[in-house]
């Protein structure tokens, strides 16, 4: 592990998490392509699609967690939303985590791409405008929430991403939650989603400790850093930046995948 190593992996951690505090997602969307295809960049060993599930599920831990520090005053934090969807997607990352270590790498590839295509297409559809609404006053259907949160911890279980990226796009246009209120909220629930990846990772030996330990000290440094710019950014924006991020990442898998 030379120089050129930490640098580029450090790089890769803090923009993933400075993303992630300030979009309310783990940072797995953009990290996940970034240890795939930068390494080799610069003359570095590429990572194996399991590596990069396993760092990616250990770092998240730590972005989400930073995340949710900086969001904890001002109201921004739905109790109800974290129980519910919180409950379920740790279930779900468990079972998805553990399955992961009998997939095969084209297979993991394959199921993050359908992730990415599944939140870009929701990210772009017309949003219920809810912006407005009293932060006391936002409800949702629960056991719609609970049913959600569980598909997503499976399949992002597998990818070793929190589901940060689903779950912002299913509060905004399923569940009606608030911009700011989805994006704090996201973040704890990615929290405790990445506990159960987290574990069926290290469990099953999917972990690369030193590039893991690298981008959690990046997480702890970055994460607060986004979620102050996030909090003082107009919603819309914030909302068009990430549906962008899926997006293009979407793209580049599939062209992988498919080349």
């Known amino acids: 592990m030379d120089l050129t190593f930490i640098i580029v992996v450090f790089a890769i951690g803090f923009i993933g998490s400075f993303l992630s505090g300030m979009l309310g997602v783990g940072g797995s969307i953009i990290k996940y392509p970034m240890l795939l295809y930068i390494p080799p960049l610069f003359g570095l060993v590429a990572f194996t699609a399991h590596e990069v599930s396993g760092i990616s599920a250990v770092q998240v831990l730590f972005a989400s967690i930073a995340g949710v520090w900086a969001y904890r005053k001002g109201g921004y934090l739905n109790k109800q939303l974290i129980i519910y969807m919180g409950g379920a997607i740790l279930i779900g990352s468990l079972i998805g985590s553990f399955g992961s270590s009998f997939l095969s790498e084209q297979a993991v590839n394959v199921v993050y791409g359908i992730l990415a295509v599944i939140a870009a297409v929701m990210m772009f559809v017309p949003k219920k405008q809810m912006d407005d609404v009293p932060l006391n006053d936002v409800t949702f259907n629960k ?110 898998i599939w062209i992988d995948i498919l080349t």
């Open 143 to 252: 056991p719609l929430a609970a049913i959600l949160a569980l598909i997503v911890g499976i399949a992002s279980g597998i990818v070793g991403a929190a589901g940060g990226f689903l779950l912002v796009p299913i509060m905004l246009t399923v569940l009606y939650i608030p911009t700011r209120m989805t994006i704090a909220t996201s973040l704890a629930v990615t929290f405790i989603s990445s506990i159960g990846g987290s574990v069926g990772k290290l469990v099953t030996g999917q972990v690369d400790y030193w590039p893991a330990a690298i981008m959690i000290v990046a997480s702890l440094l970055a994460a607060p850093l986004g979620a102050k710019v996030g909090k003082r950014m107009n919603t819309r924006i914030l909302q068009v930046i990430l549906a962008l991020l899926i997006a293009g990442t979407a793209i580049k």
